[in-house]
């Protein structure tokens, strides 16, 4: 498998790995994939007051592009609004690391560990 | 630390061997000096060319024990368990129309299998036990009135594993089904005497064993005869069983690289056994790594070992300085985890994270060192990134987690 610079870039660099504390009020976690799968992403958001993503972290189960997929949304969504993260798209994702076609669900799974994480969020505050 | 090293660390024998360079010496003048052909009776070169051809013929017997005459020559094991199988089904199917192979054959049974269900005949598959090992009173219950062939291979391509080809040969025999055996990974590793196995064809390459690319051999056994249907129609080479010119150089270097394995196996053997453990034991001071099949029926020179929570491909990638394969190397391409590791109720986890490591002639002891370390400081690094693993420090049984699956 032939990978582009830029997920060998991230994948032997990647950004912003670690984690958040799940309770914090903060914090919103996504989890998405299956390890029968070959992928699990935990994608964790930190919110503002004012509601625009301060921080991120994540952790991956998966190949080189699920990684790199996974290290380049967590640089995305800092500093967006919860809204703007949601919208980023997974051909975005696809097409700046230029995965080939086989990869595009890592991209995908990238896609749908920001809404979940942003779901959490919103789960936590929903009610108040 | 890296002096001394050549990078990448070459660990994919099973793969393919490089070419001793003691039988690509040989091989040359029959490219440039000793060109003619085998089949050209006519003339010196011609004659030169048989000679060789014959002499190689002679070493490749006396490696696995048979008559010069019972061996036919090949493109490689491919070509030879094709024939095998294609040719007896084709020339007893008046007999009957059933075969039995097993789950944790290679592709090229496999898939034979499967063409050949598409011109009528029927194939039954049978499982193998935890260790990767065929269960006898499976095998015989799988065994019918019409079973024509049963096929089983001698080594397994991804995790060593020998099979009991002896009793498997007696229960075939007994009911007159011709048994077939694919033992590309076995020679130069493991004594084959098929004088006293009642194996009646057997696939042999060459790349495997230190010799070249593109040329095997099929033993088809004279007493009790065999018969094939051939499936290379054309001058009626090879006693009509495999037509087309002989690839001298191709053949020449076979033989020479199975005199050099019945010279050399009885040490090279244990050498590579003692780095072989050497490698278990560095890779077993990490935590939750997985040995695949049997570790006491096994060639001295496989190692497949999962490494828990890391993914297979991100782990090929990360261990660049080696070579080695995820699954094997001709499933590699596709996504799906190894179907011999789910084979042996491996879960798709594990059988993602799985790294075989073949040794072979020239892996030295500083090689597998570096290898170790390597390979945990790689394992570690990724261990970092893994959400499972997190889990799995945190005390969360990963069976009890509700995923979702894409």
Known sequence: MAYSDKVIDHYENPRNVGSFDKSD?????GMVGAPACGDVMKLQIKVGKDGVIEDARFKTYGCG??????????????????????SIKNTQIAEELSLPPVKIHCSILAEDAIKAAVEDYKKKHGSK | MKTGLNFPIYLDYSATTPVDPRVAQKMIPFLTESYGNAASRSHALGWKAEEAVEEA??????????????????SGATESINLALKGAAEFYKTKGKHLVTVKTEHKATLDTMRELERRGFEVTTIDVDAEGIVDLSKLEAALRKDTIVVSVMLVNNEIGVVQDIPSIGELCRKRGILFHVDAAQATGKLDIDLGALKVDLMSLTAHKTY???????????????VRLEPQM??????????????????????????RLAKLEMAGERERIRGMRDRLLAGIRTMEEVFVNGSLERRVPHNLNVSFNYVEGESLIMAVKDIAVSSGSA???????PSYVLRALGRSDELAHSS??????????????DYAVEHLKTKVAKLRDLSPLWEMYKEGIDLNTVQWAAH
């Open chain 1, 25 to 29: 009020e903060s914090v919103g976690t």
């Open chain 1, 65 to 86: 592009s699920a990684i790199a997929s996974s290290s380049l949304v967590t640089e995305w969504v800092k500093g967006r609004r919860l809204d703007e993260a949601a």
């Open chain 2, 57 to 74: 013929r002679e070493h490749v017997a006396a490696l696995v024990r048979c008559d010069a005459r019972e061996l036919v020559w090949t």
């Open chain 2, 211 to 225: 010799g070249p690319k593109g040329v095997g051999v099929l033993f088809v056994r004279r007493k009790p005869r």
């Open chain 2, 233 to 258: 129609h054309g001058g009626g080479h090879e006693r009509g069983f495999r037509s087309g010119t002989l690839a001298t150089h191709q053949i020449v270097g076979m033989g020479e690289a199975y």
């Open chain 2, 330 to 336: 001709c499933t590699s391409a596709s996504l799906e």
């Open chain 2, 355 to 368: 790294i075989r490591f073949t040794l072979g002639r020239f892996t030295t002891e500083e090689e597998i």
